[in-house]
Each structure stands twice: as structure tokens, then as C-alpha cells.
């Protein structure tokens, strides 16, 4: 019964399984699904919901320090709280990839309210570096 509340849906990105049939998932990996998809929308991409999604994207252009990570942590966690009643939040931080793309890995520690079973997703956010920009 606790699984069923966390449901079923398209398995994402939406795509033919091996029958021609669309795929679905449920429980655990939909909620997984769930939080890509919702850190993955825009505000106002949505036409019938345009208060659905996260303003992570309004980061894209800004440097890879601190106060990119505290904004990218509150983005996700007002994001994650007003759109994902199946999850308790009980940590996000981050960490900057050395890397040449400005990567911002956004790791996120959550619990299903249903079994109180603690999972985690590590988010990747790509950041355009300012050298990209000239």
C-alpha cells in the first residue's frame, strides 16, 4: 500500500521500450524521475502550469563560487518543497566539478515519506563559463 503513493509514470526521457510501448516506472525510480524532470523546467515553460519548475536556470550565466551555490541550494529546496509532497528534504549541498564546463553538482538528500527510506540524487547543473560569453 506505502508504494502505491508513490505512483506510476512515463518513464523519462519518454521513449518506446522494446514492444513499441511506452515505458513506465513507479516507486521509487518515478520519484528519482520525478525530481530530474522538475529540476529540469523552467518557470513558465509549462503553458497550463507556469508556476511549475525550478529557477535554477536563471544561474546559467553566473560564475561557479559561493553565491552561485547558496542560490542554486535555494532554488532547488523552494522547488523541492512546493512540488514534491513524496519527499522529506533533509540536505542539499554542493560541490564544484573541476572541470573546463563549470560544472555545479547539486547533491540532495531525501527521505520518502512513505517508507522513510533515505535516498539520494546527485543533480549535474552546467554552467556557461564567462570566457564562453565573449
Known amino acids: 500500500m506505502a508504494q502505491s503513493f508513490l505512483g506510476t509514470g512515463w518513464r523519462f526521457p519518454i521513449f518506446p521500450d522494446a514492444t513499441g510501448c511506452l515505458g513506465y516506472t513507479k516507486d521509487d525510480a518515478?520519484?528519482?524521475?520525478?525530481?530530474?524532470?522538475?529540476?529540469?523546467?523552467?518557470?513558465?515553460?509549462?503553458v497550463m502550469r507556469?508556476?511549475?519548475?525550478?529557477?535554477?536556470h536563471r544561474l546559467i550565466f553566473s560564475p561557479n563560487d559561493n553565491t552561485t551555490s547558496g542560490l542554486a541550494i535555494h532554488y532547488v529546496r523552494q522547488a523541492l518543497d512546493r512540488w514534491e509532497p513524496r519527499i522529506s528534504v533533509t540536505a542539499i549541498t554542493f560541490d564544484?566539478?573541476?572541470d573546463e564546463l563549470g560544472t555545479l553538482l547539486v547533491d540532495i538528500g531525501y527521505e520518502l515519506r512513505s517508507s522513510s527510506s533515505p535516498r539520494n540524487l546527485i543533480y549535474p547543473f552546467y554552467l556557461v563559463p564567462a570566457e564562453a560569453t565573449r
Open 96 to 98: 564544484r566539478a573541476e
Open 30 to 46: 518515478n520519484v528519482e524521475q520525478s525530481l530530474h524532470i522538475l529540476l529540469l523546467t523552467q518557470m513558465g515553460e509549462r
Open 50 to 56: 507556469p508556476d511549475y519548475g525550478c529557477e535554477l
